[in-house]
Nanobody, 118 residues
Framework: QVQLVESGGGLVQAGESLRLSCAAS????????MGWYRQAPGKQRELVAT???????NYADSVKDRFTISRDNAKNTVYLQMYSLKPEDTGVYYC????????????WGQGTQVVVSS
């Protein structure tokens, strides 16, 4: 069982920055990939960014060059640094993790709200 605890959401103005954190209850070396999804009001959940155990990253086109995902292995924590925030970045951001064991299992955090005002 993996527990994910997110923090760092809030209300900011367009153009400002925020950093989200996701702390895992187990060593992230036992996790194949971690990342963030977000869900805006009335929209489907969408993948924002992913980082693998090898450090490879992937971003949604809408956040490339503005968001950076990183990991601190010592703290079992993944971060999402968000720059130049836009109102369309508003939503609930969910951290997820996929375990390395077979079959892989998905775990989700409780979500953290990000609101970007224009």
């Amino acid at each position: 069982q993996v527990q994910l605890v997110e923090s760092g959401g809030g209300l900011v103005q367009a153009g400002e920055s925020l950093r989200l954190s996701c702390a895992a209850s187990v060593s992230i070396f036992s996790i194949n990939a971690m990342g963030w999804y977000r869900q805006a009001p009335g929209k489907q959940r969408e993948l924002v960014a992913t980082i693998t155990s090898g450090g490879s990253t992937n971003y949604a086109d809408s956040v490339k060059d503005r968001f950076t995902i990183s990991r601190d292995n010592a703290k079992n924590t993944v971060y999402l640094q968000m720059y130049s925030l836009k109102p369309e970045d508003t939503g609930v951001y969910y951290c997820y993790a996929v375990t390395s064991a077979f079959p892989p299992r998905y775990y989700w955090g409780q979500g953290t709200q990000v609101v970007v005002s224009s």
